[in-house]
C-alpha cells in the first residue's frame, strides 16, 4: 500500500472468507504480515456510547466514519481514502459530501475521497479481513484461544490501536483537537463545569436525566468531529428522543435543558448552527450574547 493511502473497512466482511476456520485465517493472517502495509485501526465499545440514537445504524456509522477520519486526518498530513460504498448509495453519497464538505476542505488539500464496490478492490478486501480479525481479538463474543496468535501475527504491521470511548478526561480531549482556534483555557473551563456537573447529579427526575444525556452526548459528538462544529438540534434531539417514553419538544429542550444548564453556570454556545462547548474566544462571544438575549427584558 502507498504511503498516505488509506482503505476503510468494517469488521464483519470477512467472515464468507474463512469464517470461524481458525487455522485458515491464521495462514492468510501470516501472508498480510508480509506485506508493505500498516494497520491504523478505531476499537469502539458500543456498550460505553451514551446516548440511545447511537444504536441506531445510521447514526451509529455516521459517528465512527467522523472518529476515525479525524484520526487519521491528525495524523496524516494528505489522505488518500478509499471507502467501501456500505449501505445504500444515498448514504454514501450523502457522506461522501459531508467528508468534502467537514474534513477536506477544511483541514487539509490535496486529499481524496474515492467510493468502491469492495469486490472490485483488494485493497478494501484486506481492510475487510483485517477489521474481522480485529474482531476475533476484541470483540468478547468472538474471543477464543486462537485471539493472542491472531494478535502477535499482526502486531509487527499495526500502526495504532485506538480504543473508544475511553473514561473521557480533559487531556485526551485537548489531545484529539486539531481546529486552529482551539483555546486550551477556555476549553478547560468549560469541560471541567461539565464533569462537575455530571459528577454532582445523579439524574432523579427525566429534566436531570435528559440534562446529563445532553452533556455527555455533547461530549462524545464533539470529540468525534473534526472540527469544533456546532451540533444542530435535529441531530442532538435524535439521539435523546430514541426510547425517551414521551417525545422532547425543542421549546422544553431549550428552556428545561439548555436553559436550566446554564443557570447552573454550565458554558454552551449556540447560534443558528446548533450548539458546542465553548473551545475559543468567538465561542465564548456567543455564549455571552447569546445569554445577554435571554436576559433582556424588552
Do not use: W
Not at 500500500?1 to 470477512?14: A, F, L, Q, V, Y
Not at 471507502?83 to 487539509?108: C, I, P, Q, T
Not at 446554564?262 to 456567543?286: E, W
Amino acid at each position: 500500500m502507498k504511503s498516505g493511502e488509506n482503505i476503510i473497512s468494517r469488521p464483519e466482511k470477512s467472515s464468507p472468507v474463512v469464517g470461524p476456520n481458525h487455522a485458515r485465517r491464521k495462514r492468510v493472517l501470516q501472508d498480510i504480515a508480509k506485506l508493505d502495509i500498516s494497520i491504523y485501526a478505531v476499537i469502539v465499545d458500543k456498550r460505553k456510547l451514551s446516548g440511545e440514537g447511537f444504536k441506531y445504524r445510521k447514526s451509529f456509522y455516521k459517528f465512527i466514519n467522523n472518529l476515525l477520519y479525524k484520526e487519521l486526518f491528525r495524523t496524516f498530513p494528505s489522505l488518500d481514502l478509499h471507502v467501501d460504498e456500505y449501505g445504500s448509495n444515498d448514504f454514501m453519497r450523502e457522506f461522501k459530501k459531508y467528508v468534502e464538505k467537514h474534513h477536506v476542505r477544511a483541514l487539509f488539500s490535496g486529499s481524496d475521497f474515492n467510493i468502491q464496490n469492495s469486490q472490485l478492490s483488494e485493497f478494501i478486501q484486506l481492510a475487510d479481513f483485517v477489521a474481522g480479525t480485529l474482531g476475533y481479538i476484541f470483540d468478547s463474543s468472538k474471543e477464543s484461544e486462537h485471539s493472542q496468535e491472531f494478535q502477535q501475527i499482526l502486531e509487527p504491521i499495526i500502526s495504532s490501536l485506538n480504543f473508544f470511548p475511553r473514561e473521557l478526561s480533559f487531556s485526551e480531549f485537548r489531545e484529539a483537537n486539531i481546529d486552529e482556534t482551539f483555546d486550551e483555557r477556555i476549553a478547560e473551563i468549560s469541560f471541567l463545569r461539565i464533569q462537575d456537573f455530571l459528577d454532582r447529579e445523579a439524574g432523579t427526575d427525566q429534566q436531570k436525566k435528559d440534562q446529563i444525556n445532553f452533556l455527555k452526548l455533547l461530549l462524545r459528538l464533539q470529540r468525534a468531529n473534526p472540527i469544533n462544529r456546532y451540533v444542530t438540534t435535529a441531530e442532538i434531539l435524535g439521539h435523546l428522543n430514541q426510547r425517551r417514553p414521551e417525545r422532547m419538544q425543542e421549546e422544553y429542550f431549550r428552556t428545561k435543558v439548555i436553559g436550566n444548564l446554564r443557570n447552573r453556570a454550565i458554558l454552551i454556545a449556540s447560534g443558528r448552527q446548533g450548539y458546542k462547548l465553548p473551545t475559543s474566544a468567538k465561542d465564548l462571544d456567543t455564549f455571552v450574547i447569546t445569554e445577554r438575549k435571554s436576559s433582556c427584558p424588552c
